[in-house]
């Protein structure tokens, strides 16, 4: 069953295009990340999902009702967020603001108490703390805290732990984890490639507004997995190869006894993920100017222009820029 299934869903202000026909879906009890460059249009599309932006086009519906209609107070209380739009009163105390928030839904004896969320999300010796006062990590539990009040069927998170120390980065990703294990379906946008890993069974990757690639995380790892980069000095120079296979390549460096300081590594999903959004800024500098893009008419000669990097070793001074 889908809990999220949108179609073409386009969005512009003016001659600026956000969103240019994105098709997301999400069935119940999945988790999906949305990932991307900042502008790609991740948050646009969650605000639209959740009916707080109006779309231009396509079509999308949301746990059975399209949102950009009349929302009915059963619809939203099937629903947590916790999004970059939200806001309150910084000088409210943890408990009075999760009680403030359970007031808004009408089924009171099927939420969950207020010194239940305390505890479930490590908050109890801070309930009496103001908002203002809480450091990054703890205001981040206390909006998830608020975001599944209601037990909710659909968890939408976006960017939930952007500037957090990885304490307390970990900490929400358990909580979060907690809530999937029980059955919740999760959408999260996130800049975090490792958090998306974790976290999500599918990740859909934006650029430009629209969708490059959609597919399990190891899925897209493959994509470029078989691919290694081989790195080592010769003759006072630096040299890079990216190749399919590498054992030939690597044993014909070895019966020179000129090569020095040689290292094989495998291509990282940030590698796939910097390949497929197809950015020149960011991708690795052996890819750079390949002009191709995964998902598109270009889908699978990004793969290729890799492998032709294995035709000849390159000198990485070179392609970094150095002198």
Not at 41 to 51: F, P, Q
Not at 206 to 221: F, I, N, Q, Y
Not at 269 to 291: C, F, K
Request: hydrophobic content about 40%.
């Amino acid at each position: 069953m889908a809990v999220i299934d949108a179609r073409d869903i386009r969005k512009a202000y003016g001659r600026n295009t956000v969103l240019d026909g994105v098709d997301l879906t999400l069935h119940e009890g999945e988790s999906v990340a949305i990932l991307g460059p900042n502008g790609a249009g991740k948050t646009t599309t969650i605000e639209i999902l959740m009916g707080f932006l109006s779309r231009d086009g396509g079509w999308v519906n949301v746990l059975g009702q399209d949102p950009s209609r009349e929302q009915s107070p059963r619809w939203r209380s099937r629903i947590g967020m916790a999004i970059q739009t939200g806001h309150d009163h910084p000088k409210w105390r943890v408990n009075e603001f999760l009680t403030w928030i359970r007031e808004h839904y009408e089924n009171a004896s099927q939420l969950r108490t207020v010194d239940e969320l305390l505890e479930v999300f490590g908050l109890t010796d801070h309930a009496r703390k103001p908002l203002l006062n809480l450091s990054g990590g703890l205001r981040r539990r206390v909006d998830l805290a608020a975001a599944v009040v209601n037990r909710p069927e659909l968890l939408v998170l976006d960017e939930p732990t952007t500037g957090l120390d990885p304490a307390a980065k970990r900490a929400v990703h358990d909580v979060v984890a907690d809530q999937m294990d029980n059955g919740t379906s999760l959408l999260l946008t996130t800049h975090d490639l490792a958090e998306a890993d974790r976290l999500a069974s599918r990740i859909i990757i934006l650029d430009e507004g629209r969708v490059v690639a959609d597919g399990s995380p190891r899925a897209l790892r493959e994509q470029v997995e078989s691919m290694v980069e081989i790195t080592w000095s010769q003759g006072g120079a630096n040299h890079l190869h990216v190749a399919a296979e590498a054992e030939g390549f690597v044993r014909a460096l070895l019966r020179d006894e000129d090569v020095r300081h040689l290292e094989v590594r495998r291509i990282s999903l940030e590698d796939a993920y910097l390949a497929l959004v197809n950015r020149e800024e960011q991708r690795p500098a052996a890819w750079r100017g390949t002009g191709a893009k995964y998902g598109t008419e270009d889908e699978g000669t990004w793969q290729s222009a890799l492998t032709d990097f294995a035709d000849a070793p390159t000198n990485a001074a070179t392609l970094y820029g150095e002198k």
